[in-house]
């Protein structure tokens, strides 16, 4: 099935001009969305907007205006025109600002992706600047004016074509050091351990086909059941605790083979040979003499 378009841009490219197509790179239609009824008569609801202050009255949405609270329940009002007034001129042009490895871009910073396809007349220039990207390494950082705001965004190689990610702004992301992580020590024999539980379940490549969405046909299939007019059970078992055990011990359980006691008795020698000239030192050093009193 051949994707539509939701948008066309131009993305800049020094003096080069290429014309794209956006196309929706996920579906929001396969998620399970469920719609407000009454209870009483099964009809869907619709919305309204009321004002506490005026005995909860009902207000029509042509007597809204939009307001900015600056202050605890004080708010500067603006029109429709001061609004329009206020927002980017949307050029649909994406301004490419300079190359970055894209694994420099956390991916913190991702909030969502479109592809890009070449519009009419820009095949050639969209898989020159594909390629040059892709054997150099690089992505592209641009802004990109649309829908009345500016974006951040990053143009990436992907498969034989690009891809759009919109970016959040720095402001927008919080920064990791404010996460309390707290302090501790890793011991080298848990730590190969660990590496070895990484490896053993490791993979070369994402495979995204490999995993489905579990929660979402469970839904479904309890949809279709109470479409069938079937009576269904949701009960519900309930979660194990998490609990505090030996690290090491739960390593070796991970891993379960002989390779565990292995990897932890090998690495506890080495801890031991590294300790044991510290012991020594610390044998041979002299005692220091008592001073006497008097």
């Known amino acids: 099935m051949v994707a539509r378009s939701v948008a066309s841009a131009t993305v800049s490219f020094g003096l080069v001009s290429i014309p794209v197509k956006l196309y929706s790179s996920t579906d929001a239609s396969s998620g ?4 407000m009824l009454h209870n009483k008569c099964k009809g869907r609801l619709k919305q309204q907007y009321i004002c506490p202050r005026d005995d909860n009255e009902v207000v029509s949405r042509s007597d809204t205006v939009r307001g900015y609270e600056f202050a605890k329940d ?59 990207m892709r054997r150099t390494g690089r992505s592209a950082i641009a802004k990109y004016a649309a829908r009345g705001k500016m974006y951040l965004v990053l143009v990436s190689p992907m498969d034989e074509g690009l891809v759009l990610y919109q ?17 501790s020590d890793v011991k080298e024999s848990e730590l190969k351990l660990a ?13 995204p086909e490999k995993y489905r969405d579990e929660v979402k046909e469970r839904i479904e299939e309890i949809i279709q059941k109470k479409v069938e007019g079937e009576q269904v059970s949701l009960a519900t078992e309930e979660a194990p ?21 292995a990897v932890a008795e090998e690495s506890e020698e080495e801890e031991e040979e590294e300790e044991a000239p510290k012991a ?10 008592k001073a006497s009193a008097g």
């Open 32 to 35: 399970v969305s469920f719609n």
């Open 74 to 132: 004080q708010y500067v009002v603006f029109t429709d025109e001061e609004l329009k007034e206020l927002q980017e001129r949307p050029t649909q042009t994406v301004e490419i600002t300079e190359f970055v490895p894209e694994e420099k871009v956390p991916p913190v910073y991702f909030e969502k992706s479109y592809y890009l396809g070449p519009d009419k007349g820009g095949e050639r220039a969209y898989k020159l600047l594909a390629e040059a």
């Open 167 to 183: 970016l959040y702004y720095a402001d927008e992301v919080r920064k990791f050091e404010d996460v309390p992580v707290g302090e």
């Open 195 to 207: 590496m070895q539980l990484v490896e053993q379940i490791a993979n070369d490549s994402f495979e």
């Open 241 to 261: 605790r998490a609990q505090i055990i030996d690290l090491m011990e739960a390593l070796k359980a991970s891993l379960g083979s002989g390779d565990a006691e």
């Open 280 to 289: 020594k030192a610390k044998k041979r050093a002299p005692k220091k003499k």
